[in-house]
């Protein structure tokens, strides 16, 4: 799990880098990037804040970061399983519609 923070909050960042201790690396290397406002990345991101849209309420617990980690990660996974499973689809469907568009071209011409 490679994290990188990007936190306003001073005390936010710090405690974070307490529990996370191993796992923090600059935001280019990053799987997800934990913040306390919204932010456009290109990377997934956690938001903690006392707002009611964070991923995180403040104030929270080591076991529920974790929690709330895991269940992310979870998610991005799921995500990318999707994504790699739809482009291998790709080209099943193709040929089918091919296919199906060949039989309905045949039938029209026998049709006319």
């Known amino acids: 799990m490679k994290l990188a923070l ?5 005390l936010l960042q710090k405690s974070l880098e307490t529990y996370l201790k191993g796992h923090i690396v600059s935001p280019e290397y990053a799987e997800l990037i934990i913040c306390d406002k919204l932010l456009q990345m290109d990377k997934p991101t956690l938001l903690v804040s006392h707002t009611k849209k964070a991923d995180l309420r403040i104030p929270f617990t080591k076991a529920e970061l974790f929690g709330t980690l895991e269940a992310h990660f979870l998610k991005i996974l799921e995500s990318e399983i999707s994504l790699s499973s739809k482009e291998q689809m790709k080209p099943f469907i193709e040929k089918l519609n091919k296919k199906h568009h060949n039989k309905i071209a045949k039938l029209a011409r026998k049709i006319s």
């Open 6 to 10: 990007m936190c306003d909050s001073l």
